[in-house]
């Protein structure tokens, strides 16, 4: 095998990594649990927002530059960084973070330890976090060497058992838009937004590596997403009809969490849940650490060293630590309404990007992403506050408002209209030249 595809390998398997985080798991189960023979059509939807989205995300990141903030650049500046700490937010003190401990508790500690409350779980939990991320070292990339292959091995015998032996027959549930059902579930893992930062990584990794021609760079990162791609696909895709055969066994109203240890109790037996509790859990603590030195040091750049990395630290640690203590499922009540407006915005940029070279003004992005962010902010206030009544019912009557895309021809329109107005401003500018 030559350097070059070697390092494909290994780069798209660190991708992968990266990529999964072990608070995922609890979406796939209980998509196939509530779709049951309809399982395809639900995993197709949350497959394409996780991995698809992503992976097309650290490409059209890896097109427009390579960082974090080159996601959004044609828009304007500042809106590319507002978006990038809003993301790095979203994926870091906000909801992720707090999800691995919450999901720590609930996986390994309630179940055995049930007398042991949720805050004690989450001090000691993000005590853990604080030292392993504060003082940056091998600790966290040893552990996550054995963690991941190891999970690794565990789920794919899981999946496998679940294709031998079944734990039941896939039941009929009620008619449903599987597909939009599935598509909204994958905002849930939040990869998508994470997907700029994620190609600024594996393009350091690329260059310390030795490769530094762009076009060499974009054609690696093109092959090592593929690589990641194909893991998260086989993992989720598993996983999602591993919860399809307990359909008629379990009821979809059940805890995610909780939905997810039922599983994997009855294809692996109870010995397999608590091996399976171990690793998820260690896995939760170094996503954890991961993500708040991420975040830390994004924030600690931005602001050219005026935030110092250990302080925001400590103020990621703390803000997570208040959080977790939503659990599971109020995270992700929570996380909604937030990732159902950002995501239209995300979806639109990064397919623009990978079409940038087709566009030549910055303000049709400007246009795609306006049309795309009102109408997700309009409809996510409205299911939330039960306001904007009026706006509403003219979205109601937008094309694909049925299938969950209602945001799609006005981010089409606003970017002709847009573009159409560059054109007219620039030729009168130019007339009067």
Not at 62 to 85: H, I, M, N, P, Q
Request: aromatic share 10%; net charge positive; charged share 15%.
């Amino acid at each position: 095998m030559s350097k070059k595809r070697k390092d494909i390998f290994i780069v798209g398997f660190a991708l992968f990594a990266i990529f999964f985080g072990a608070g995922n798991l609890i979406f796939p189960p209980s998509l196939g649990v509530m779709s049951g023979k309809h399982w395809v059509l639900a995993a197709f939807g949350f497959l394409l927002t996780d991995p698809v989205l992503p992976i097309l995300g650290v490409i059209a990141t890896s097109k427009a530059g390579g960082k974090a903030e080159d996601l959004g650049k044609r828009v304007g500046l500042t809106f590319s960084r507002t978006l990038g700490a809003i993301s790095i937010l979203v994926v870091g003190p906000l909801f992720s973070i707090p999800r691995t401990a919450a999901t720590t508790y609930e996986i390994a500690i309630q179940p055995n330890l049930s007398s042991i409350p949720l805050i004690v779980t989450s001090i000691i939990f993000f005590v853990l976090t604080y030292l392993l991320a504060v003082n940056q070292g091998n600790v966290i990339d040893r552990i996550g060497k054995y963690l991941t292959p190891v999970l690794l091995i565990i789920l794919t015998i899981i999946i496998i058992v679940s294709i031998v032996n079944p734990i039941g027959p896939k039941a009929e549930p009620e008619p449903n838009n599987y597909f939009l059902i599935g598509f909204e579930e994958g905002y849930q893992t939040m990869d998508a937004l994470g997907a700029s930062l994620m190609a600024g990584i594996v393009l350091t990794d690329l260059t310390f590596r030795g490769y530094k021609d762009r076009k060499e760079q974009e054609y690696m990162t093109n092959r090592a997403g593929l690589i990641a791609g194909a893991l998260l696909f086989f993992i989720y895709g598993g996983l999602t009809y591993a919860g399809a055969t307990g359909s008629s066994v379990f009821q979809p109203d059940m805890p995610r969490v909780e939905l997810l240890l039922a599983v994997i109790n009855e294809i692996l037996g109870s010995a397999g849940a608590i091996a399976m509790s171990l690793v998820v859990s260690l896995a939760c603590l170094t996503t954890s650490v991961g993500l708040t030195a991420t975040t830390a040091n994004y924030f600690n750049d931005i602001s050219k060293g005026k935030i110092p990395y250990k302080l925001m630290v400590v103020a990621v640690v703390i803000c997570s630590l208040f959080l977790s203590l939503l659990g599971v499922e109020g995270l992700i009540n929570v996380a909604v309404p937030v990732l159902s407006t950002i995501y239209p915005v995300i979806i639109v940029l990064i397919l623009m990007t990978l079409f940038d070279k087709y566009i030549p003004s910055g303000t049709t992005y400007t246009g795609a992403v306006l049309g795309a962010f009102i109408v997700s902010l309009t409809i996510n206030l409205n299911q939330t506050f039960k306001i904007l009544n009026g706006p509403m019912e003219l979205i109601k009557k937008l094309p694909l408002y049925e299938n969950g895309f209602p945001w799609i021809v006005p981010a089409i329109v606003l970017s002709i209209l847009f573009t159409l107005y560059s054109k007219f401003k620039h030729k009168k500018g130019g007339t009067k030249v």
